[in-house]
């Protein structure tokens, strides 16, 4: 029932999580656990260009895996050629979440731009498929610039226990 401030000194910008270390299994499930997003100086968070996904574990339903708590979200919205930001993250104990872009049945195209709080050197911060293996612990970042209109879908996937999907509407 109390409460505490912490004050943050970061080095740099990047996607990061914050977690329990205490009683680990049973905290993490019970939802203590989330991003933390540092943004370089004068950025500003623009939620319309800049999405997270965090997996972790269902405290309703026993081992069942959720992506940003299972909760229905609205589709995202955006014009052919504009860019988003989508910054994944995986902390179900255990486990490990592909996540992915498709058109239909046929995979997308990202950029790759960070992984685990750093910027990829240029050699690796390349186009390559919307297909992202993100195991416990880590973070990864692309960026999706679609270059034809159309319904996307961005989709986490973990056997059968998972199957997290969102709608890229590109007009």
Known sequence: GGQFVARLTLKRAGTFIYHTHLNDRKQLVGGMYGPLVVLEPGQRWDPTRDFVFIGGQNRYRDSSIVVNGGHEEPPITMRVGESIRLRMIELAVAN???YEIRRDSTLAEWRAIAKDGYDLPPALATVRPARQRVGLGETYDA??????????????????RLRYKRTIIVE
């Open 143 to 160: 960026m999706f610039t679609p270059r034809e209109a159309g319904r996307y879908e961005f989709r986490g996937v973990r056997g059968p």
């Open 96 to 98: 490990s979440i592909t």
